[in-house]
């Protein structure tokens, strides 16, 4: 059998291969994690979690200029209505909003069966003097002419002074198909015709070539008329997490029956929650914390112009100068949207949290995607996909090389010491009482601050490489490393965080995912064993007796493994 010489297992070039094929197996599994459902579930729970964190220094921009107004079922019995109310009705709620001067009003209801004419005349006449006063008034539409009604027909050609009193708005939205929860917000719908025509003329997608969905038609209309350059790609939703002050006064329910009038959510997101499993723990001990987090907008239920849970100052606040969006939140009406933050809301919230995020980054909105190889540097969240995987991997492999030195350093020279005599007494067999009295026995002498460390760090070494039992200064050694590694690995993903939803501009689905999928090949060890073996094959290939040597490649390899 020919000769052939193993590369050492801490050379620089080896290191270069191994962050090499780490780099193109995480690439390659950021690609195919899109199409593994179990990775697309793990994904979307994880970023349940850490979500909210990203809201902590959330402007507070948008928040001062939006207003949900509902209408619930208390509403409805403080009226003596049911539902669907008459139109009426709106044209009632849309005069006491005149009165506060709003800036805009959105009526997120779709009329999709004919009403009675003196009905659509009333709400016509309403829209009318809200335009007249300087106030549009937007209508929530499908945009299908084969869903439109003979109502939307009669209320979007209504005019006073040669503008429309009613502006018809896109209010399509389609939550997420594997957990139903809202993490993106379409800011455009392109239609295939439309599609085949823009690209028949190979022009690029704009705000001109497509209609505008609600919160990107108000936040043009009113804040900046620029049109997002890549206002194809969906809005990333922040639901901030920091519910508006009255939210928690004014969102009240009875848990029974004639029981009083509690909260039905809380007023903010705890830092305690990014614990796994952590809220239903403390939910056992009390209800408040139990309860999801109050909608992040201002939320004034309709009943308040009767003179409900507000004072006259505090309405004409909540409304003056507001963008106003009016949405039904009734338990028999199916129009609710899932919250990674707040769970289930009344869909008109949607809207609101997107216009509030284009107000609050000034247009300049997180963005969702998927890997796409083919457009690695035309596209910001690929290159962060690439950059994140690269930064990782290089930074974990070239660690570990640093660790393996000082280890191998470490154990050729005399530093190293075996077990105190104390230590090695604890370790020792013994029986019944003597074993006993010799713990009781045993002192805090200059081992104090390891034993706290030993205590405070009680999980990481559980789930650690820090050794164990009979350990030596090497192991100890090996694990205070090991520490430092996951620290470093810590900070690494810190940083990507912060580029990437700050400088990047990606949303909390794409960070978690590529930022933690990357250290998974690492710590898997699938780039390491891949490259590996790449080599092992490759020099078993020319030998002789590739069986052989590849069995004897495998044992040699086995010993440099760092458990």
């Given amino acids: 059998m020919s000769a052939v010489v193993l590369p050492p297992h801490l050379s620089w070039r080896r290191s270069v291969w191994v962050v090499f094929v780490t780099v193109l197996t995480g690439l390659f599994l950021a690609w195919l994690s899109d199409r593994l459902l179990i990775d697309e579930l793990v994904k979307r729970g994880l970023t349940k979690i850490y979500a909210p964190t990203l809201t902590l220094f959330y402007p507070a921009t948008g928040q001062k200029r939006v207003t949900v107004l509902t209408i619930d079922d208390s509403d409805l019995k403080e009226y003596g209505l049911n539902w669907p109310v008459p139109l009426d009705y709106y044209q009632r709620l849309i005069d006491h909003l005149l009165k506060h001067q709003p800036k805009a009003i959105f009526l997120d209801v779709l009329f999709l069966d004919d009403k009675p004419q003196k009905e659509l005349d009333s709400l016509a006449q309403a829209a009318c003097r809200a335009t007249q006063a300087g106030v549009p008034f937007f209508l929530a539409t499908f945009a299908n002419t084969s869903l439109t009604s003979r109502s939307e027909a009669f209320l979007f050609n209504q005019k006073v002074d040669g503008q429309p009193c009613v502006v018809p708005v896109l209010s399509n939205i389609s939550p997420d198909a594997l957990d139903q929860t809202q993490w993106s917000y379409p800011l ?3 239609s295939e015709q439309i599609t085949q025509q823009r690209e028949k003329a190979q022009l690029p997608l704009t705000c ?6 609600v919160a990107l038609t108000l936040y043009r209309r009113f804040f900046r008329p620029e049109c ?7 809005l ?23 029981a ?14 990014i614990i796994p499993g952590a809220k239903m723990l403390v939910g056992w001990f009390s209800r408040e914390k139990r309860l999801d987090v109050c909608p992040y907008n201002q939320v004034l239920p309709a009943r308040s112009f009767k003179g409900h849970g507000f004072s006259p100052e505090e309405l004409h606040e909540a409304v003056a100068d507001k963008m106003v969006m009016i949405g039904a939140d009734l338990k028999a009406v199916g129009d609710n949207i899932v919250s990674p933050v707040h769970g289930r809301l009344p869909g008109v919230h949607v809207h609101a949290m997107a216009l509030d995020n284009l107000i609050s980054f000034e247009g300049q909105y997180k963005q969702g995607g998927e890997f796409n190889p083919k457009e690695l540097w035309h596209s910001t969240t690929n290159l962060f996909i ?17 660790k393996l030195l000082k280890i191998e350093s470490a154990n050729q020279s005399d530093q190293l010491q075996a077990l105190t005599p104390r230590d090695a007494g604890l370790l020792q067999h013994r029986s019944g009482q003597a074993a006993e009295q010799h713990l009781q026995m045993a002192r805090f002498r200059r081992g104090w601050l390891a034993r706290l460390m030993f205590l405070l760090y009680f999980l990481v070494l559980w789930v650690s490489k820090v050794p164990r039992g009979h350990a030596t200064d090497l192991q100890r050694y090996k694990g205070r490393l090991s520490l430092v590694g996951a620290l470093i690995y810590l900070l690494s993903a810190l940083l990507l965080l912060f580029w990437g939803y700050v400088v990047c501009r990606q949303g909390p689905l794409v960070i978690i995912e590529y930022v933690l999928f990357a250290a998974g090949v690492h710590f898997f060890h699938l780039g390491e064993t891949l490259a590996d073996r790449i080599s092992q094959w490759w020099l078993a290939l020319q030998a002789d007796e590739p069986w052989l040597l590849w069995a004897h490649l495998g044992k040699v390899s086995d010993q440099h493994v760092d458990h």
Avoid: Y
């Fill in 228 to 234: 997002p350059a890549d206002v194809g790609t969906p």
């Fill in 260 to 273: 009083a009038l509690t909260p039905v959510c809380r007023d903010q997101w705890h830092g305690w929650e």
């Fill in 386 to 402: 690439a950059v994140s995987v690269i930064l990782i991997s290089a930074v974990m492999v070239f660690w570990k090389r640093f």
């Fill in 208 to 213: 001109s070539s497509a209609p505008a969905s």
């Fill in 188 to 190: 455009v719908f392109e």
């Fill in 236 to 258: 990333a939703l922040i639901w901030g997490a920091k519910a508006a002050p009255t939210n928690v006064q004014t969102m009240v329910g009875r848990s029974e029956p004639g």
